[in-house]
C-alpha cells in the first residue's frame, strides 16, 4: 500500500512540472551578466562589465549604478552583516557601498589607507572601524558610522597593528595590539589611556627610539592573522583578561621519528580602569587556546590539548590556581572543545586521537566526578539538559547521562546525528537510523513515546539531512527526497524529485538556503542590544518561538526609530522578517525533465509540487534565488535577465 501511494506522488510530481510559470518581469543589460546574487536584505545586485547594478526587485529597473566596479568577481562583494552596506575589497582599495542606493560611504583611499589590514563591525557603537596602512607607511585606524557611513574619527597617534577591537560599552571600545592595549571613546576616538600588555612590551617602551625600531620592525614581520587570542571581560567590569596561544618548538619521537608540534597558552589580567597589569606574572598553561569563563569572581581556564587537558581555576586578583596539587590544575582526557553548563557544574566534552569523551566538572569542588570517561562515538553536535540528566546527540548516537553517577539512561544507543533532532515543547523528535523512521522522545520521562511505523526509503543513494517539526507532522528531507510522518508515527507521504548531475546547478540554491537559514533561525539581525538579545534567546528553538517573535519587534520598532539608510535597512528587514512565515511552508528543489532542469516549488505538509520554473539545459546556469520572498532571477541569452514569483 504504502509502495503504490509513494508511484502515486511520483506520477503527480511528474504531471505538475509541466505547469511552468510565466515570468513577471524581464530587463537587459548592455553587456552581458557575469554574476547576480540576492542580499539577505533582499537587495538585488547584478554586476556586468559595466559596473556593479542595484535592481528593484518589484519591476526590474535599475535604482543605481556603479561603473568603478567592472571587474569585480563576485567573491570581492560580500554584504556587511546586520547592515545596510556591502563591503566591495579590490586591489584599488576597501569600499563600502550603500546597497540601496549603491553610493560610496567609504572608500579607504579617500580616508588616507593605502593598505588595509583589518575591519571591524562593532554593533554597539554602531560603527565599523578600519585599520591599515597610510602613504607615510604609518598605521592608522578610521572609524565610520555604520547608519550613514561618515567618518567619526581618525586616530590621531600611532596605535600600533591592531589585533582585535572589543567593545567595552555603546561608548567605548578596547583596542588589542601587538605591545599594548588601548581603551578609546567610541565616539570621538579619544584615548582614554594606553598601557603596555606585556612587561616586555614595557621594557622595550622605555628603549626609547631603539624601541620604537624594534616595534617597527615585529610589526611589519608578524602576520596578525595568525594571532589567536581568548578575551574575557568579568561581570563587574573591573578586569578583563587576554589569552594569546604560542606554537613550541617541534619535538620529535623517539618511536616514528615524526614531528610533534606542541602549543601552550598563556593569561594575562588587567585593569579595565587603568590598563595596568594585575598579576605579577602570567598564567601560562600546555595546550591550545579553548575555552574560559568565570565562575564567581574566578576565571576558569579550558584549554584544547592534544593528549590531556588540565582545567584550573584562576584567582583573579592573584593569578594563582586554585584546584589541584599545588594549584596546578586537574587533568582531563583530551581536549575540551564543547561544555554544556549547569546549576552545580558543567558537563565537558572533549576529544583525544579522534575519539570523543564525556565528563562532569563539579565547579564547587573542582573535580571531575565520573569515575570513568564515557566514550562516545563521533562528534557530539547537540545537548540539551532535561529531569534525567543532559542530552547529547553526535554524528551517529544519542542517549541521556546522569550528571551525578555518569550512568546513562538507555541501554543501549539511539542511532541518530545531532542534525537530525528536534524539540518541540516536552517532546524530541529524531530520526533513527537504525529503523529508517522517526523516535519521539518525552523529555519530561525520558521514555520513547512513539517509533514511525514504516521505513523510509530515499531514492538515489542519499541519507536524511534535516528533520523539521510543523503542525501537521514531522518531515525527513534530503536534496531530492522528502517524507512526513504524522504524530502517531504514520507515513503521511513521501516524495522523490530526480536530480540534475551536475553540480552547477546546486550552487545558487544553496545560496539561497544559507540566507534563508539565517532569518529562520533569527541570527541575523541588525544592530541593535534588543535584536541581539532576541537572536541569543532563540538557540535552538523553534522558529515559532517568542524569541522569534521578539527578532520581528525589535525589527518593526528600529525601523521606526533609525533615519537614512539604517531606516531602509530596518524596513526591510521586518518586511522579509514577515514573510518568512509564508516561505516556512515551502521547499525548493532542483529536479531533472525531459525538458531540461526545473526548479521547483514543494508544499511542504503534502509534498506536492505546486509550480516550476524551467532553466533550460545549461551546464553552468546563471540564476538567483530570494527564497524568503519567493523569487528566482534568471540569466537567458547572457545579457538578459527574467525574474519570476513563485
Do not use: C
Amino acid at each position: 500500500m504504502i509502495h503504490k501511494t509513494a508511484m502515486f506522488i511520483l506520477l503527480f510530481v511528474t504531471m505538475s512540472l509541466n505547469a511552468q510559470l510565466k515570468e513577471t518581469w524581464s530587463s537587459s543589460f548592455e553587456k552581458e551578466v557575469n554574476w547576480q546574487t540576492v542580499t539577505s536584505l533582499g537587495n538585488y545586485i547584478v554586476q556586468t562589465d559595466s559596473g556593479l547594478f542595484g535592481i528593484e526587485n518589484n519591476t526590474g529597473e535599475v535604482i543605481w549604478h556603479d561603473s568603478k566596479f567592472t571587474g569585480l568577481s563576485e567573491t570581492e562583494f560580500t554584504e556587511l552583516n546586520n547592515s545596510p552596506f556591502a563591503k566591495i575589497q579590490t586591489t584599488h582599495g576597501l569600499f563600502f557601498i550603500n546597497m540601496f542606493d549603491g553610493s560610496t560611504v567609504f572608500n579607504s583611499f579617500d580616508n588616507g589607507i593605502k593598505k588595509v589590514k583589518d575591519h571591524f563591525v562593532l554593533y554597539r557603537s554602531n560603527s565599523i572601524v578600519v585599520s591599515g596602512i597610510s602613504e607615510g607607511k604609518e598605521n592608522i585606524a578610521v572609524s565610520v558610522d555604520i547608519e550613514t557611513g561618515q567618518v567619526l574619527w581618525k586616530s590621531k597617534e600611532d596605535f600600533g597593528k591592531i589585533v582585535d577591537i572589543v567593545e567595552l560599552s555603546d561608548q567605548e571600545l578596547l583596542g588589542v595590539t601587538l605591545f599594548k592595549n588601548i581603551r578609546i571613546n567610541s565616539l570621538s576616538g579619544e584615548v582614554v589611556w594606553s598601557a603596555a600588555n606585556t612587561k616586555e612590551s614595557q621594557q622595550i617602551g622605555a628603549m626609547g627610539g631603539m624601541g620604537n625600531l624594534l616595534q617597527k620592525f615585529a610589526e611589519t614581520t608578524i602576520d596578525t592573522e595568525d594571532i589567536k587570542l581568548d578575551f574575557a571581560i568579568h561581570p563587574s567590569l573591573e578586569y578583563f583578561v587576554i589569552g594569546t596561544e604560542q606554537e613550541n618548538d617541534a619535538t620529535i619521537t623517539s618511536s616514528s621519528q615524526n614531528q610533534i608540534v606542541t602549543y601552550s597558552s598563556t593569561y594575562r589580567a588587567y585593569s579595565v580602569e587603568s590598563g595596568d597589569l594585575i598579576w605579577k606574572k602570567p598564567v601560562t598553561v600546555k595546550g591550545q587556546l579553548g575555552h574560559s569563563t568565570w565562575i564567581a569572581d574566578n576565571l576558569l581556564i579550558m584549554p584544547f590539548g592534544r593528549n590531556n587537558s588540565k582545567v584550573n581555576l584562576i584567582d583573579i586578583k592573584t593569578g594563582q590556581g586554585l584546584w589541584g596539587k599545588k594549584g596546578r590544575g586537574i587533568s582531563i582526557k583530551g581536549g575540551i572543545y564543547s561544555y554544556t553548563p549547569t546549576e552545580k557544574g558543567m558537563l565537558v566534552i572533549t576529544t583525544r586521537n579522534d575519539k570523543n569523551f564525556l565528563n562532569y566538572l563539579d565547579t564547587q569542588s573542582g573535580t571531575f566526578t565520573f569515575d570513568k570517561t564515557i566514550k562516545v562515538k563521533g562528534y557530539v553536535g547537540y545537548t540539551l539538559t532535561t529531569d534525567n540528566g543532559i542530552l547529547y546527540a553526535t554524528e551517529e548516537e544519542m542517549n541521556i547521562v546522569n550528571t551525578s553517577t555518569g550512568d546513562l539512561l538507555w541501554e543501549k544507543d539511539i542511532k541518530t546525528s545531532y542534525n537530525l533532532v528536534e524539540q518541540n515543547n516536552d517532546q524530541l523528535y529524531l530520526f533513527n537510523y537504525k529503523t529508517s523512521s522517526i523516535n519521539a522522545i518525552d523529555l519530561n520521562s525520558g521514555q520513547i513515546s512513539m517509533s514511525g511505523q514504516t521505513e523510509i526509503d530515499f531514492k538515489e543513494g542519499e541519507g536524511p539531512k534535516q528533520i523539521e517539526v510543523r503542525s501537521s507532522g514531522i518531515i525527513i528531507s534530503s536534496d531530492q527526497n522528502f517524507a512526513m510522518y504524522d504524530f502517531d508515527g504514520k507515513l503521511s507521504y513521501q516524495s522523490y524529485y530526480k536530480s540534475p548531475k551536475e553540480e552547477g546547478w546546486k550552487r545558487a540554491l544553496l545560496y539561497a538556503g544559507t540566507i534563508y537559514s539565517g532569518y529562520v533561525s533569527a541570527v541575523s539581525g541588525l544592530a541593535s542590544g534588543a535584536l541581539s538579545q532576541a537572536s541569543n534567546q532563540a538557540g535552538n528553538q523553534s522558529a515559532e518561538g517568542q524569541a522569534y517573535a521578539e527578532v520581528g519587534m525589535a525589527y518593526n520598532e528600529m525601523s521606526k526609530a533609525a533615519g537614512g539608510a539604517a531606516s531602509m535597512a530596518f524596513s526591510a528587514a521586518n518586511k522579509r522578517f514577515k514573510a518568512t512565515k509564508e516561505s516556512r511552508d515551502y521547499i525548493m528543489v532542483l529536479t531533472k525533465t525531459d525538458e531540461g532542469i526545473a526548479l521547483v516549488k514543494i508544499n511542504k505538509d503534502t509534498g506536492e509540487s505546486e509550480n516550476s520554473i524551467s532553466l533550460g539545459k545549461n551546464r553552468k546556469p546563471n540564476y538567483a534565488i530570494d527564497l524568503i520572498e519567493g523569487i528566482v532571477y534568471l540569466e537567458i541569452d547572457k545579457n538578459f535577465i527574467k525574474q519570476y514569483l513563485l
